[in-house]
């Protein structure tokens, strides 16, 4: 069974821009979290979607969103790019919400 | 989520067992203990988990101290491939889904 992909692996913005990173979830499992990783605050959690429904939320601004469509498969957007929003991105997916969590290898942003 | 305290970094030889600590003094009755790894330039991967029994998996142990205040993740026979930072995360079954990563512990495997 394939597990999590998340596409692109890479990208390059500018301040102020917007950016728009997918995630596909092993097949069958409908929860989807995402993080955010960097090396002055380590791995952080964004939000957790299950059924197309946003359940849970971290700390993050309002520039940070996400949706997740019928197939399971999840996007995350951020609008207006600061320069410390350069990271790693990581999406993780679940059977369901409490099951274990799968993570793919993540998107590196580099915003400049 | 109740916190964690791991080592920041162990070093072992390879082929060699490894053992990784983790204390939990805060840990509540529904917290599950799950350990996590990341290798260089990967997502996390998950290793174990358990909530009161030692645990057994084709990747590591698990042993969970009788009061689960602390517990030990097991590594028999490092490998380089094994070189990575080990989170120890507990996990409310209860509670939100998300994960809590602290610092973790990185390892360094000697050939």
């Known amino acids: 069974k394939a597990g999590v992909t998340q596409t692109p692996r890479y990208l390059i913005k500018t301040r102020g821009q917007q950016v728009t990173l997918s995630c596909s979830p092993i097949s069958g499992h409908r929860s989807v979290s995402w993080y955010q990783q960097t090396p002055g605050q380590g791995l952080q959690f964004l939000f957790e979607y299950f059924s197309e429904t946003q359940r849970n939320k971290g700390n993050f601004p309002g520039r940070f969103s996400g949706r997740q469509f019928s197939n399971s498969r999840s996007e995350m957007n951020v609008s207006t790019l600061e320069l410390g929003d350069s990271a790693l991105y990581l999406c993780?997916?679940?059977?369901?919400?409490?099951?274990?969590?799968?993570f793919g290898p993540g998107t590196r942003l580099l915003v400049l | 989520d109740a916190k964690t305290t791991q080592p920041n970094s162990m070093e072992s030889n390879e082929e060699e067992p490894v053992h990784l600590p983790c204390n939990h003094s805060t840990i509540s009755g529904t917290d599950y203990i799950h350990w996590y790894r990341q290798l260089p330039s990967q997502g996390p991967e998950y290793v174990i988990h358990?909530?009161?029994s030692n645990v057994n998996n084709r990747m590591a142990s698990l042993a969970i101290a009788e009061d689960r205040k602390s517990s030990t993740l097991i590594l028999h026979r490092a490998t380089l491939r094994d070189a990575a930072v080990y989170y120890c995360i507990l996990r409310d079954r209860t509670g939100a889904n998300n994960l809590f990563f602290g610092t973790g512990t990185r390892l360094t495997v000697i050939p």
């Open positions: 993780a997916s679940s059977l369901g919400v409490k099951e274990t969590q799968y």
């Open positions: 358990g909530l009161t």
